[in-house]
């Protein structure tokens, strides 16, 4: 799909890797809508890189963990844009602790803003993108989601869904030539890893990346890119992990 004056909402676009998929897209010739839970300093440091870009640029602070909020979402991205052609849904954060640690409230927040968040943005957005007669929509999984991690039951279940969410609703608009695909980043420097200790990442370069290196969001930017413009494209998980998820570790 060529990308020259598409029309893109990105949640969780005002920082880390969703701000980088809103830049690239921009770069690419999209115009922009972004969501975050505020208009703050990383939403203005979007909208210059985003704008430098020559591109239409769009800031909707909103919580998409409530449907209300998703729809409005949508629909003031369609109104500021003239319409829809992608949606990639970046919104989300950490979730953590075992089954014993993660009261209810935390469970059921956590798929809040990464499950039902999902499918309320999705619902609305569709009718908007079927009009085109093309799109492309972008889940954010984790590695978490493919594979047994410690310490994390409620974030690694629902990136789990948001990979098969991705799988279904792929094949249910695969006649409007609506493509969905989704990409599980790895061990990525943003704010999510900030906690890490100096200890964990040394553990992590040396033994648990076979690259032996951190990601950083414009890796996982690339990554949407390709899954927005590749027609052939859908119903797939894409891996950015450097190799983490593949080996058995050492």
């Not at 004056?5 to 969780?12: E, F």
């Not at 979007?46 to 409005?72: F, L, P």
């Not at 803003?113 to 984790?142: D, F, K, M, T």
């Amino acid at each position: 799909m060529d990308l020259t004056n598409k029309r893109a909402l990105v949640t969780g676009g005002t920082k880390g890797i969703g701000a980088a998929i809103a830049i690239d897209l921009a770069a690419q010739g999209c115009d922009v809508a972004v969501n975050g839970r505020a208009d703050d300093e990383g939403a203005a440091d979007v909208r210059r890189a985003v704008e430098a870009t020559g591109r239409r640029y769009k800031m909707i602070a909103a919580d998409v963990a409530r449907a209300e909020e998703a729809q409005r979402t949508v629909r003031e991205a369609a109104d500021a844009l003239g319409g829809l052609d992608i949606l990639v849904h970046s919104a989300g954060g950490p979730s953590w602790g075992t089954i014993d640690e993660c009261e209810p409230d935390q469970w059921l927040a956590t798929f809040d803003v990464h499950v039902h968040a999902a499918y309320y943005l999705c619902r609305h957005a569709l009718p908007l993108i079927r009009r085109n007669g093309e799109g492309a929509i972008v889940l954010v999984s984790s590695i978490a989601g493919i594979r047994g991690c410690p310490n994390a039951i409620a974030y690694g279940t629902v990136k789990g869904a948001i990979a098969h969410f991705t799988r279904v609703l792929a094949r249910d608009v695969a006649d409007d030539n609506i493509r969905v695909n989704c990409v599980a980043p790895g061990i990525i420097r943003t704010r999510f890893h900030e906690s890490m200790t100096p200890q964990a990442r040394a553990h992590n370069l040396a033994v648990r990346i076979p690259l032996h290196r951190e990601g950083t969001p414009d890796d996982v930017a690339q990554a949407v890119r390709l899954l927005v413009t590749n027609e052939f494209m859908t119903g797939e998980l894409v891996v950015v992990d450097g190799g983490c998820s593949m080996q058995v570790c050492r």
